[in-house]
């Protein structure tokens, strides 16, 4: 065993209050990669220097801006220089900011979705094709266990012939907003086609849906047809919406997303049904995976166990029956980018990557088109 | 309490094998208010006699066809002459013997799909409501008590503005079927449009799903678009499919269909949801319905509970905990038509009628042409 | 396949109101191999006439006791007589008419618990010796497929080197009674010594727990240490109590049992523990059966498949997913019980007999004296 | 919000290879309240550098013996030295590094067992008394949200009077030692009785299940008796057993506990029954906690929800529906013992507390001389 230096690691965003930016350190601490060297924490500076206070970190690495940091730290020495940054801004600016950082030889771990427009996004894939820079898109699902053990078995051909799949991303919380109880102004970002982009429930938790499908499978999505529903009269953008989708020859399937389903939390599902067997896992009970066969008893398969592949049970660290969740699935993602970033070895899969980034927002785009053009196929 | 004399029932259909005639049977023993006298049991009169024979019913009114049923029993004093009918028979027979022993003073329960087109689910229609007779459609999943106490909550408003539905039936067993294990001719007629009608997996058990979202919500769905699948090439009829769902303003839907899902059992289900509250039911745990809420915590309804309604409650008679199934539901709805024809007060709802018969001949002829069409809107 | 004429079944008990006798009626019907007859239904003869009226019973045959009933009964040809008779008195009665009906020859089917005392059940035992007649006690759970398939799964080996078994049994429903919302007067025979007997939680429930250890692993328990709660000062009976268990060498297991548990409906579960697997099941989803091994993904089983043993098998008659319930276990007591009368071929197992009676005093007798004497050893 | 300066802690054991010294660092990282600055993480300090190298910990505060560290540590200055200590070592060396670390006047972290004999562990709690020092006990399981939920419903009243308790904690993963899979030299010391204590089954992890009881409650055990199973005949310890309790007048309860259930993972359950309500809770599903009724649909609890006590709350960061497990839980545990040490206001509860740690070494030792004694009462 050798000396595991710690990368050091910058953060944009996610300052005090910032919900997701915690879940970043909290995950990077998980896995114990990465140190917390420096960032630009907040658009106000002043509140950004109190949160590198409270973090203790060295107030000199609390930058202004973006372009402060690249400037200062691309000065620093070898061994001092931040090497990673994770970008945890709202929507729109993680593609100027993961343009920039990359240009400046910044790794990154950026948050979905990764740009606002599909040219964006492929010129980010661009780039670090050119620049050989480690870019992990943050699809957190991708990073449990029994997500990780699906892929490997599908992978394995166990189903047979893939003949359905069915993902599903239901939530409720966005009722307490467009019904009053919660202001929409203060409320919502997300609800603005300027901060969110052309969608907010295909762009924010769809995506998901589909990334889970290209990630489980293995397949492209070539076509999808949409129906999509804001709602509310006076709310501009989907909150809700099923996506018809087509693989190839006598291979389809439906994305069902919606943020107005009362009383669901993070209903987060998919099921890929095969000639064989079939494989269904939730988020919400995210250590059990159901196969499905039509001639034996249903399998349950669980994390911590010699019958799982090589892949899951490098993914989870407690004996069998000592649940782990979502902060372990984000470290995982930070393990695997770890991985990647010193040049060591690592498992397709073991984190997401520009390209899931690209599909993504080619996913998105095209079902807020084909809703427009009248529900009709759009090609990805 | 007064005398019950029960009614005298005939079958056509449903001899020895067949598995919905003996689920018609028991269920109508369950209830007590039958008696099974007479019927065409089999196409072919020896074996419609043995199982006469074997069930003790009198020869004599066993008959060899519809018509010499019709023509014995009318004649018979009204003690004595049958009282109403079961139908059976494959799907493509019910339409004429529906309306022959409509028009002959019969009333009727018969099995879905009720006819093989939307003009002969029309003319059943007008018979009925002329004839005054009480049709019975089993849409068995109505029987259950934890169903009809997600009609009466939803009648109750408790769940807001209702904000999407999606209702899915999956089943796997066609596989062996399609995949080779048994042979595709003696096993099933289903997958001939000569005999299933214009369509199989829509036809045979999506139409359920959809019948549980009108039954259950008072709604009626005004569109569909549809994207169905036969799986594999020299198939003729959809095995799989999604249907894309409209009401009205601001309400959308989505009807999940296959019968390819290796390894689901029956799995129906249906969810609700609402901008208070959302309901959501699965037919393999029929005796649990959960609501859900953004501000409570979710709560489990069961059977025999003083908090349910009058309906769920009148519709299981066991104490809590002890679980009834589908051969109870089914005899609920066998008990609702009972007191139909007896001319005694009933719920609406106890049992499925000639017009949800219609409503779903025009559901499945809709999806069917949306999907020839490419794909785009057709109104119910 | 040959005509199979109905048992004609007389019962005693069970008449307006008696929710036990309406149980054993319809499960009677639902296999369809009995024909009800006659009987003393009431202890109030015109109540019992009043019940014959409403289920087209000859009246002549609705006796005012027992005596009569045997009395006019035994008179009668051999084609018209009484063969069987369904005993769903209160438990101080069942001994007594037991006695009665096999020395006039008549096949039963008798409530649980069987007798009052262990010599009462050891009498009826060698009775039923004597009489080669079929005695059927109806620990219902023992009907349902699944606990079916445990049995046999059990038998076979699978498990290993059964290590712990672990019976479960809790309700909520006494709390209204001792707790005042209902009237303890009208509420509860039950807690009267003189008509439940040495026991309440034991006598009533507990003992099922018991049964369905002995039935699903062919295991004697040896001996019982109990702890038992009155719950409340003026209760003269146990309500709540553990039992500790002891089978032969290093085996041991655990029965609780509770009325008072609030809220359980009627939570009756088992597991067994082996060396190599384990089982568990629960009546309140009667259809899963759970397989737990240290090596392989847990296993589901469920109802009509293949990979069932054939006693499961042939104790369901749904196809996969549609759910059949507790009246369908009882009839398949029935069913069992049928076939014994009848002199056909049977399964062991297909029906709880007078030993499983003499098994189950003992243990309430037993588990009452442990807890008398101060929680100490008592042998069965 | 003022800066808040880690607690610089020092860990005994958990170095190269142990599991539970890893989860401990998981947690403190997690909670983020600590910098983990030295140590003697094996007994073989060659392999403690070699840890402390891999963690990047200052090379000189790596020590030989925890007298070496308290000699060294307690001459550094103030805002230097160490401050906590989290001890991780086998059971048997617990007690007296804890001693000589209070002594020494270091805040605590210590697994459990606490001690080996009940004398060991009122000396410590009269130590920490002394002392004044934090003493943290991590019984894990009490930093779940929902644990805490359950602790102040109870404490709320909504239960009425509590009328039976019931905790399980089976575990498998013994089988494989006591059947030759694994041997069973390299296996287990917790078969060692020299290692393990008086109790291997009811030790390691009964003792959860009596931790929990009291935990949530508020109750205290007052009487025991056991029946406990080695179940080979070549063991030592008990690896199995049921423990009888009694906490006052009429109320009565069991804890179930074995490590030969195979293919039960980490089965830990807890079950309250109130005269008006009830409470379940299952560690395997930690965010789900059941409250049933009499009258009630049954409700399911779970975190990041306004309808919760403010607790429960405060111990869950992510939003609904995103579960977190049982290292969140450990760390919630850390940074409720961190609260302590900086004399900042904590909940009761928010950490385990050497008291726990006495009653669970009265609890272990009564239930082994129950057992010892022939299964008699035995007070705490």
Redesign the interface.
């Known amino acids: 065993?050798?000396?595991?230096?710690?990368i050091r690691l910058g953060m944009i965003g996610g300052g005090?209050g910032a919900?997701i930016g915690?879940?970043h350190?909290?995950a990077s601490?998980?896995c114990?990669d990465y140190e917390l060297v420096g960032g630009v924490f907040d658009a106000d500076y002043e509140r950004s220097i109190?949160f590198a206070?409270?973090e203790?970190i060295d107030l000199k690495r609390c930058y202004k801006s973006v372009e402060d940091l690249i400037s200062a730290e691309t000065k620093m020495a070898a061994g001092q220089k931040m090497e990673a940054v994770a970008i945890v801004t709202p929507n729109a600016l993680h593609y100027p900011f993961a343009k920039s950082l990359l240009l400046a030889g910044f790794h990154l771990v950026c948050e979905k979705p990764m740009t606002m427009t599909v040219a964006e996004a492929v010129e980010l894939e661009e780039l670090v094709e050119k620049t050989k820079l480690t870019f992990a898109l943050t699809h957190t699902y991708t990073g449990y266990p029994m997500v990780r053990q699906m892929k490997d078995l599908i992978a394995s051909g166990v189903?047979?012939t893939i003949?359905?799949i069915?993902a599903q991303y239901?939530?409720?919380?966005i009722?307490?907003i467009i019904?009053g109880t919660e202001s929409r102004i203060t409320g919502v970002w997300r609800l603005d086609p300027k901060h969110a982009g052309a969608s907010s429930c295909m762009g924010d938790i769809g995506v998901h849906a589909f990334n889970l499908i290209e990630y489980t499978t293995g397949l492209e999505i070539n076509e999808v047809?949409s129906?999509l529903?804001?709602?509310?009269?006076d709310v501009k953008l989907d909150l809700?919406?099923?996506v018809?989708l087509?693989f190839g020859k006598?291979?389809?399937?439906?994305i069902?997303s919606?943020q107005?389903?009362?009383?669901?939390?993070?209903?987060l599902t998919i099921?890929v049904?095969?000639?064989?067997?079939?494989l269904k896992w939730g988020?919400?009970?995210?250590n059990y995976l159901y196969?499905?066969?039509?001639?034996?008893?249903?399998?349950?398969?669980?994390p911590?166990?010699?019958?799982n592949m090589a892949f899951a049970e490098s993914s989870h660290?407690?004996?069998?029956?000592?649940?782990?969740?979502?902060?372990?699935a984000l470290a995982n993602i930070y393990k695997g980018a770890a991985k990647s970033i010193r040049g060591e070895k690592f498992t397709p899969g073991e984190f997401p990557t520009v390209h899931d980034g690209v599909r993504g927002m080619k996913f998105i785009h095209a079902v807020v088109d084909s809703n427009k053009a009248g529900?009709?196929?759009k090609k990805l």
């Open positions: 065993m050798t000396i595991m230096k710690k005090i919900f915690d879940a350190r909290r601490r998980i114990n109190e206070k409270n203790g189903l047979g003949q359905r069915d239901y939530q409720g919380w009722n307490s019904h047809l129906d529903n804001p709602v509310k009269e809700d919406g099923t018809l087509r006598n291979l389809k399937g439906v069902r919606s107005v389903c009362g009383g669901e939390e993070n209903n099921a049904y095969g000639s064989k067997a079939s988020q919400e009970n995210p196969m499905l066969s039509d001639t034996e008893p249903a399998k349950t398969f669980k911590a166990h010699g019958y660290t407690m004996p069998s029956g000592h649940p782990e969740g979502i902060y372990e529900n009709i196929w």
